[in-house]
């Protein structure tokens, strides 16, 4: 299949379930708000390395906040309900709760909760104060600015990790192009998050390596350095860089409807195939075929 | 449709109409409610004595007439709503766990006491002991909230433990006296013995307020918390200023002669 001259290859990313959630950071002016959630979200990229993955939803006005302030919308991903409650302990003590002004309350309505401020009122050391308010129950800890403001509780859910899509072009100018127009666009997409740097990841993984202490190492498949010296490659000729995209969402038709958008939105002059990575079916619980979303299937 | 209660004879003394609730009242049929018993003095009535009853029961009651003499209405109540488009006796939503109370004019004294849940709101002015323990009690409202547009008498929040209270306009002496918990807001002026004993809990008054000797002035600084409160009430209709959702509070610390950890935060002007 092509769209102009991009061929879009007959395959499928594979994605796996995962959990997340959703914060709303808040602060006195946008940039402390910012600086929290650029800050939360560092070294988050994949779950494997960082034990979860997070990424900025959306900036948020301040009519769209708790306490009407301006903020910003941040997903956290991990493995299981478990992880996404320590790492938010560990994240929102460490990188919210220290900066200047700001409060972080629970984003997600879902069915199940996580202790996340009954945990870091503690911090208070007595001093906190609990209160609760239209039934959702929040701490009050005592900082050198005045108060941190956290909710109880957040609510996770199953979520999808892992969607992806591999962008291979001419050149490495024309493939950054192209990742840009595609994060650019898959944005756009509620619910979701690009957990990589500005969205892309050029050092695609396999599972495994030669060196048995490594869990995963570079897929080589997709090197286009290796191209006439491994055994298999995935690069085809006249490709000369290829960019991966990996999007992480609160739901399937979230994933779904960001890689349609992003394929989309790749398609440009340069771009020789726009793929998908997979580990052949076999882990992960989602299969989304590029060729059903250029048709439009969506879930 | 809502069930609609229309006041056809007024009582020559207040009646304990505890029967008006809409735990009380689901599922039956008209004449089953007309029947339902209210005391009326020393004698026990019926609804149907005092009130024409028509419409149908879909979880909401509709007061009509002055039913500024009708005792307790809303006691224990758990789900529906009632709408009172009038006066109120005493005691509206006394021990509601759930559900809202409507009451477009006025309430007399003991709006919602001890209540643990759901919404009581009075467009116009309380009297006494809104949100309160009955005398001897050792803990009062323990969830929900109370809105009062108008002003309200003394002891709002008396040993409430968590919820709400609101009051637009200003109340009376020991407002938050022997607070355990929760939030007492008053747009207007609070008058003598402010948190009076007060063990814990907070106390919002956008006025200036003379402290009890017993409370320690902290500082001025912004309550984020209470964006959330001010938000919310302005959500239900309150009239809360911008200025007072951004501003900056005076915090006192009391009651010392209790734990000390009470909160008393005065609008900085």
């Known amino acids: 299949m092509r769209i102009k001259s991009t061929e879009i290859v007959d395959t499928f990313a594979e994605a796996f379930e995962m959990w997340g959630t959703r914060m709303i950071i808040t602060a006195d002016a946008p940039e402390w708000a910012d600086a929290a959630a650029r800050s939360l979200t560092g070294f988050a990229t994949s779950v494997i390395g960082c034990k979860c993955e997070a990424g900025v939803e959306r900036v948020l006005s301040p009519d769209e906040t708790p306490d009407g302030r301006p903020g910003a919308s941040v997903l956290l991903f991990a493995f299981d309900p478990d992880g996404v409650a320590n790492r938010l302990v560990e994240r929102i003590g460490q990188c919210v709760m220290t900066c200047p002004t700001t409060a972080c309350f629970n984003g997600l309505e879902a069915k199940k909760n996580v202790v996340v401020g009954g945990k870091l009122r503690y911090f208070g050391d007595g001093y906190q104060i609990g209160k609760r308010l239209d039934g959702t129950r929040f701490w009050r800890i005592p900082v050198m600015d005045g108060e941190f403001v956290v909710t109880d509780r957040f609510g996770v859910q199953a979520a999808v990790g892992g969607g992806n899509i591999l962008i291979s072009g001419a050149s490495s100018a024309a493939c950054l192009s192209a990742a840009k127009a595609a994060t650019a666009a898959m944005r756009e997409v509620p619910g979701v998050i690009l957990p990589f740097p500005g969205g892309v990841v050029r050092s695609g993984s396999k599972v495994g390596s030669k060196y048995k202490e490594l869990p995963a190492s570079s897929n080589q498949a997709y090197c286009p350095t290796l191209r006439g010296f491994v055994p298999q490659t995935n690069v085809a000729k006249g490709v000369g860089c290829v960019l991966e995209i990996v999007i992480d969402g609160l739901d399937l038709k979230a994933v779904e409807e960001a890689m349609q958008r992003g394929l989309h939105a790749a398609v440009k002059p340069g771009i020789k195939q726009i793929s998908a990575g997979n580990y052949g079916g076999d882990l992960g619980k989602y299969h989304i075929g590029l060729h059903g979303l250029v048709g439009g299937k969506v879930a | 449709m809502s069930l609609k209660l229309t006041l056809k004879k007024k009582p020559t003394v207040p009646v304990e109409a505890e029967s008006i609730c809409p735990d009380k009242m689901e599922g039956l049929g008209l004449r089953d409610i007309a029947a339902l018993p209210v005391h ?16 149908k029961s879909n979880g909401e009651i509709r007061l009509e007439g002055d039913t500024s003499r009708f005792k307790m209405v809303g006691a224990a109540m758990s789900k529906g709503r009632i709408l009172i488009k009038g006066s109120v006796g005493q005691h509206v939503g006394v ?25 009581i709101i009075v467009k116009g002015n309380a009297g006494h002991m809104v949100g309160c323990a009955y005398r001897g009690g050792q803990v009062g409202v323990t969830g929900g909230e109370i809105i009062v547009h108008g002003n309200a008498g003394n002891e709002t929040g008396n040993t409430m433990r968590d919820g709400l209270i609101a009051i637009g306009g200003n109340s009376g002496d020991f407002t938050g006296v022997g607070m355990l918990a929760g939030t007492v807001i008053v747009l207007g002026e609070m008058g003598q013995r402010t948190g009076a004993a007060m063990k814990r809990g907070t106390i919002v008054s956008m006025e200036d307020a003379e ?28 009239p809360i200023k911008d200025s007072w959702i951004g501003g900056s509070y005076h915090r006192w610390s009391g009651d010392s002669i209790e734990l000390n950890r009470g909160e008393a935060l005065i609008f900085d002007r």
Request: proline share 4%; glycine share 14%; aromatic share 12%.
């Open chain 2, 211 to 238: 402290m009890l000797p017993t409370f320690t002035y902290a500082c001025s600084y912004r309550p984020n918390f209470l964006r959330l409160y001010l938000c919310h009430l302005r959500d239900l209709g309150l």
């Open chain 2, 40 to 55: 009326h003095g020393n004698e026990t009535t019926t609804v149907g004595d005092f009130f024409k009853v028509t419409g």
């Open chain 2, 95 to 119: 021990a509601m766990s759930g559900g809202e109370i409507v009451v477009t004019k006025n309430a007399d004294n003991w709006v919602g006491p001890e209540m643990s849940g759901g919404r």
